[in-house]
């Protein structure tokens, strides 16, 4: 430890103020790693720089070089180093400095990292987390959600938090899980003033592979994540105003292994479905979801699934483009709308 | 640590592996070191400190990077060695694995298995260079070329290394100058080699030397070395029929060690329901 000082900025929790997102996160790690000094952070300009979005802001100062691991632009690299680290006891956290950057790393995530356990290699307590998400204007390459790449891989875990307490308390339980998990933080998200709560001064932890329902309803069921989940649940206020549906909204909160059975108790009471993902439509979540409700739960369904996604194109630069290819409130409303009278 | 390639199986041997092993993981047996999982002659046996090879070349480089980054981190006085080939040295994994271990100055010893081909192609078409070694510069490591059919040579550059290693002084890499006899893999006939390279190769085999050179200094005789062959020979049959009378996993496992806490389930086409929506804990 060089500074023996807590940065100021991580102690709102204990000051009993308000956190967004991001800082539920910056908490999140710089409590774990006080906590565990097998716990250390890799990524590109982690350090000094403190992260492009400033998520380990002041992290270096306090746990040094050793813990706070600045490398070279080498994805594959150091996410393949992070690997060797869990093999030996530590448990590493890589930072993608944008989710569109984990493709170098591909490679050894998929057939290295969720196959060691299987190979007999042993656990592979890593995170891997990092900023995901459109609507920022960010185009292709700084926008892209990259959950669908890996959802087909078995042996990793897939979060995607939608709050400041869910992301602090899946975030604490990822660090202590003993598989691999890729964790998705959307930048729209980040910073943003509505979703700042107050959140309880201990230990907690928010347990994987479990939904939550952010709203109950009983006219249809509305299963989405991340970014989604707020404009489901605006839609849904709408949709309670201006026509008296009530939608149920399930916030996925952990999308592998993904939790069947509150999809399918949800889909029994309402008997129908709309899955909402600001992923691109073709091999989105929403083809999974929908084939497990009709393994599981087809008898109780009223209505066809349907889904509201991106459009099947890379993420488009232009404020009016990207405005179109993103699914938006009112896409929502629409397609419950329909389901609501169908 | 070690991670040695498919064709280091001496390596393994070296760290206590067992030959009944390596048939079991040969044959695929539920007793073997992965149960029946990995392929033939990638050994991962973790115990003995053995993290077998993965079939994209290069990926190891950099989970030793990571391996021996850990060591250092907590100050212990291990080191790592990770055998790859000349056709490893072209990937971008093997790039980014080396140029990382040696920035961290993990204690790594990178071993080339330079046997002048990968699969059928030349070591003269995947890089300009007269040596493989001459790429440790690039990463501000030393490195150094060395007969690889001279066996003392051999295990006096890995001492060497090994040593410096351990005194934190980071990264190091040594080529090992030899040549594969045989075809990439059974299947491989090795129409694409000049018949007369190989002849000439053969009178190099390092083990024949190594034979040669003991008699003349006297450290052996013809009979020791005879009744050396006659044990392994016999070891290797014995540890051969052992594996082969031991019977195949449980198919059934297939679905565990996916996760530490959670399963994949079992297909509800083979579970006890005739319905799945009924089947419960089934995918």
Known sequence: MIDAEIPEHLLKTKRGEPVTLLEAISEALFEEMVDDDRVFLLGEDIGVYGGAFKVTRGFLSYFGSERVID?????????????????MGLRPVVEMQFMDFISPAYDVITNYIATSLYRGAGPMPLVIRGPVGGGNRGGPFHSQNVEMAFFHTPGLKIVYPSTPYDAKGLLKAAIRDDNPVIFEEHKALYRAPALREVLPDDDFVVPLGKARTVREGGHLTIVTYGAMVHKSVEAAETLEREDGVSAEVLDLRTLLP?????????????GRLLIVHEDTRTGGIAGEIAM?????????????????????APVPYSGSLEDYFLPQTDDVVKAARYLAGY | MLAPTVRAAGAIFLFGGELVDFFRQYLGRGSGPTRGREANVHWVDFPRGILGPVSHLGTMIEVMAGVTLAFRLRGEERIGMVFYGDGASSTGAWHEGLNFAAVQRCPLILVVENNQWAFSTPTHKTT??????AKGPGYGIDAESVDGTDVLAVFDATRRAAVLARAGEGTRMIELRYYRRL???????????????????????????????????????????????????EQCRAAAERA???????????????YTDVSPGIPWTRSMHPDPAMARGVT
């Open chain 1, 71 to 87: 490398t070279p632009i080498a994805e594959g690299g150091f996410t393949g180093a992070a690997a060797g680290a869990a093999h």
């Open chain 1, 258 to 270: 993904l939790d069947d059975h509150a999809i399918v108790e949800s889909v029994k009471k309402t």
């Open chain 1, 292 to 312: 497990r409700v009709s393994e599981k739960a087809f008898e109780w369904l009223d209505a066809p699934m349907l889904r509201v996604t991106a459009i099947d």
């Open chain 2, 128 to 133: 300009r260079l007269p040596s493989l070694s």
């Open chain 2, 183 to 233: 075809g990439h893999a059974q299947h491989d006939a090795q129409e694409y080699v000049d018949p007369s390279e190989i002849a000439e190769w053969e009178k190099r085999d390092p083990i024949e030397l190594y034979r040669a050179r003991m008699l003349t200094n006297d450290w052996a005789t013809e009979r020791d070395l005879e009744a050396i062959d006659r044990e392994v020979i």
């Open chain 2, 244 to 258: 082969m009378a031991e019977p195949l996993p449980e198919g059934e496992e297939a679905v565990e060690g996916v």
